[in-house]
Nanobody
């Protein structure tokens, strides 16, 4: 059973940058995981933000964060990162990391229901 844990959230001002980190332990091979970031703002449903395939090359970003956020992974450190630049107040949310073990040929998924393991979330607040 994988244990997923996020870190790096906090309170920042609009225009600032923040990097979220996520680690997944308790898995035989971190490199077999596709990983995603989702967020949930107060009073709203959880939404997709970014995902990276186990191959490390295929990534996906939501339209609302394209050009500002990037997702990357370091298999040696068993970490996935979400670099968030030019933050806006509307980026305020709890950010969740999710993981899913996939075969190499599987497509990258951005659907939260397909992810098996979830962290507890890390809050990000962007003040105007």
């Amino acid at each position: 059973q994988a244990h997923v844990e996020e870190s790096g959230g906090g309170l920042v001002q609009a225009g600032d940058s923040l990097r979220l980190s996520c680690t997944a332990s308790g898995v035989q091979q971190f490199s077999r995981l596709s990983l995603g970031w989702f967020r949930q703002a107060p009073g709203k449903e959880r939404e997709f933000v970014a995902a990276v395939h186990r191959n490390g090359r295929n990534t996906a970003l939501s339209e609302s964060v394209k050009g500002r956020f990037t997702i990357s992974r370091d298999n040696d450190k068993k970490m996935v990162y979400l670099q968030m630049n030019s933050l806006k107040p509307e980026d305020t949310a709890t950010y969740y990391c999710a993981a899913k073990s996939v075969i190499l040929s599987a497509p990258l998924t951005i659907t939260e229901t397909t992810y098996d393991y979830w962290g507890q979330g890390t809050p990000v607040t962007v003040s105007s």
